[in-house]
């Protein structure tokens, strides 16, 4: 007989201890645990330097009118504008958008387009009308301010091809126009009013451009102008002849623009009211009752 196979058994394999759970103690200083906390965040480059530069020459248009150099301080916000409408389209080109470029960029244009214009207009002709003066110094400021809450509420309702109110980058241009374009014909001899007698003036359009700003009037935007693109060739000379006309009186030529541009809004808003106002005439004239 043989004799019947033993049956190897495998040997019992140590159980290993359990881990003991890591119980993390709040100090002091940290009420909470570390995997909870959110990582930092950096911001962009490119195109918050824009912003800060668009910051600063706003803020040098506040000191240089301090110091009485009002044309320093109106170039200097038209410098503030042309770095307004890069960083935006920097961001856009570079894919670097991001919520706090967009709070930064709101910060800056209060600033610049905000308190800045209604200082200067204020130091150059306004000072010497008591209440009413910086009252409608005033009003633009606040014009502004409900101008860019209204954006940045409204940046996804909102047509973007028209703004809903002149811009705030518009309005400054205007009020720092009209004081460039007075500052420049009195150095050049052409007028002898200072910024005193033309205080009325400036007091209708710091107000008419406060106002302006938080209306319901819609301005073209410019948003749906492709710069990627390909235009006719008549386009190029245009450019030119812009170039051109701004480079032999840049007062003169960017002041008008921009008065066109701040009365083009009504004028559209008056031809969509006559538009509608037309069509619903027409439908009650087609109506059988």
């Known amino acids: 007989m043989t004799e019947p196979r033993r049956r190897k058994f495998k040997g019992f394999r140590p159980l290993r201890p359990a881990r003991a759970a ?37 803020f ?35 894919n670097t958008q991001s919520a706090f470029g967009e709070q930064y960029d709101s910060m800056a244009d209060m600033v610049s387009f905000g308190a800045a214009p209604a200082l200067v207009v204020y ?4 000072r010497g009308m008591g209440k009413l003066g910086w009252l409608a110094a005033f009003v633009y400021v606040a014009g502004a301010a409900l101008r860019l809450a209204r954006f940045n509420t409204n940046i996804t309702v909102v047509d973007k091809r028209f703004f809903q109110g002149m811009p705030s980058p518009a309005a400054a241009a205007l009020v720092a126009g009209f004081v460039w374009i007075a500052t420049d014909l009195r150095e050049t001899r052409w007028i002898d009013a200072t910024g005193a007698d033309l205080r009325w003036f400036a007091w209708t359009l710091t107000l008419y451009a406060g106002l302006t700003m938080f209306s319901n009037a819609p301005f073209y935007s410019f948003k749906d102008i492709n710069l990627k693109r390909s235009v006719p060739y008549v386009a190029v000379p245009l450019i030119v002849l812009f170039f051109v006309l701004v480079s032999y009186d840049p007062p003169i030529v960017l002041f008008s623009l921009f008065l066109v541009y701040a009365a083009s809004g009504y004028v559209l808003w008056l031809w969509r009211l006559w538009v509608s106002r037309k069509a619903v005439n027409s439908a009650e004239r087609a109506s059988p009752n």
């Open 22 to 58: 890591s119980v993390v103690v709040p100090s002091d200083h940290d009420t909470e645990t570390p995997s909870l906390r959110p990582r930092s965040k950096g911001v962009y480059l490119l195109p918050n330097a824009f912003t800060t530069g668009n910051l600063f020459a706003g």
């Open 60 to 94: 040098f248009a506040i000191v240089q009118a301090m110091n009485g150099r009002f044309e320093v301080a109106a170039v200097a916000l038209f410098v503030a504008m042309v770095l307004d409408g890069l960083d935006g389209r920097v961001a856009r080109l570079t």
């Open 123 to 126: 130091e150059w002709s306004l």
